[in-house]
Every structure is written in C-alpha cells, then in structure tokens.
T-cell receptor, first 116, second 115 residues
Framework: GAVVSQHPSRVICKSGTSVKIECRSL??????MFWYRQFPKQSLMLMAT?????????EQGVEKDKFLINHASLTLSTLTVTSAHPEDSSFYIC????????????FGPGTRLLVL | AQTVTQSQPEMSVQEAETVTLSCTYD???????LFWYKQPPSRQMILVIR??????QNATENRFSVNFQKAAKSFSLKISDSQLGDTAMYFC????????????FGTGTRLQVTL
C-alpha cells in the first residue's frame, strides 16, 4: 500500500518550453501532496504544498507563476515548469500524505528534468 | 523554525555489522513526528522508520531501530546486520503537525556497506 507514482521519470526539453510532471497516489486518496526539488548530493527542498481543491501554498523564494501546481483530484497533482531555463534542471520529487493523523509522507520515484 | 542536523556526511560499515547514524533536531514543540528515509542510487525515497514524540518506546522495524531521546532532542538510527542493499543516503526528518505536515530534512548521511 501507499504507492506514489510520477510521470515522466525523465524529460529533456528546450529552453523556453513548459513541462508538466504528474504525481499520482495509486492506492490511497491524498488530500495533501508536496513538491520537492533536489540538487545533486543535497537534501530535499520543499517547493510547495498542494491541497486538493484549493490553491497551492508556496515556500518562500519559489515563484508560483513559474511552478504551477494543480491538485484537481484526490489522487493527482501536477507541477508545470513554465518557460523552463537551464537553471531549472533538477530532480523533482512529489510526496503524498496518506491520511490526517498518520502524518506520514510517501514519495514518488522522482522526475529528472534537463533543460537545454 | 525547526532544524535537523546530521553531523555525519559519510559512514562506512562492513556487511553483517551494526552502524548507528546520528540525528539531532531543534524545536520548541512538544508534539511532533520524526522519520528516517532512505534514498538508494535509484533516488526513490523510502520510509525506513517513524517515531511519534509522545511515545516513549523506541520504534523498531526489523533490522532498523531508533534511539529516541526527547530531552536531548536526539533521534539516532541503528542498522543491525548490515546488508549491501542498505547502501544509500539516509535522511532524518522532522514534522510538526501544526505546520501543514511539512517535513524538515537533515542534510543526509551517505552510508556505504562493504564486503
């Protein structure tokens, strides 16, 4: 149980294009999902908290117009990197909280984004 | 704000031996959760063990156990009978339920299990 998937696993795009990453909870409903960014050999940095049916909450320093988050259902959240640039190249990971009260996050396998 | 400190950037242990990874944290909260996550070369984050702060008993999951010292704000992970598959980055994480369940991660410890 508590499986989270991400798609795509890897994406290469040209500078200036937009890229959408999907995060799905496969066997549970997730009212809250989280998006992280991880640079090589570093820890995870929380970008935003995605709540089903409402606007995402962004961490300080994260541009909400650049990183669009949509959480339209209890099993799907999407992160769109708009007008991507080489500095956006990174490893993006999502997680989902299984249920309030258990307070455990389960992580997707991550998406490696390379912007040329 | 909460902080999580992992003072060991790298550790090495021989197969079948025991190793302890350290983690300390700073918080003024009384109710919180602590986690150890493993990130192998595949980069998939895997939950290893979790501890609720209100529970005095240390959590155990098979070969993995923690030493939770609430007063000292310490949360170390002990891996017994180390296996080659335990080679990974290990992240300690703190969560205060009052902050929308956000996780605060330490900087990680890279564990290498050798033959």
């Amino acid at each position: 149980g508590a499986v989270v998937s991400q798609h795509p696993s890897r994406v290469i795009c040209k500078s200036g294009t937009s890229v959408k990453i999907e995060c799905r909870s496969l066997d549970f409903q997730a009212t809250t999902m989280f998006w992280y960014r991880q640079f090589p050999k570093q820890s995870l940095m929380l970008m935003a908290t995605s709540n089903e049916g409402s606007k995402a909450t962004y961490e300080q320093g994260v541009e909400k117009d650049k990183f669009l988050i949509n959480h339209a259902s209890l099993t799907l959240s999407t992160l769109t990197v708009t007008s991507a640039h080489p500095e956006d190249s990174s490893f993006y990971i999502c997680s989902a909280r299984d249920q309030p009260g258990r307070e455990t996050q389960y992580f997707g396998p991550g998406t490696r984004l390379l912007v040329l | 704000a909460q902080t999580v400190t992992q003072s060991q950037p790298e550790m090495s242990v021989q197969e079948a031996e025991t190793v302890t990874l350290s983690c300390t944290y700073d918080t003024s909260e009384n109710n919180y959760y602590l986690f150890w996550y493993k990130q192998p070369p595949s980069r998939q984050m895997i939950l290893v063990i979790r501890q609720e702060a209100y529970k005095q008993q240390n959590a155990t999951e098979n070969r993995f156990s923690v030493n939770f010292q609430k007063a000292a704000k310490s949360f170390s992970l002990k891996i017994s009978d180390s296996q080659l598959g335990d080679t990974a980055m290990y992240f300690c994480a703190f969560m205060n339920p009052g902050t929308a369940s956000k996780l605060t991660f330490g900087t990680g410890t890279r564990l290498q299990v050798t033959l």
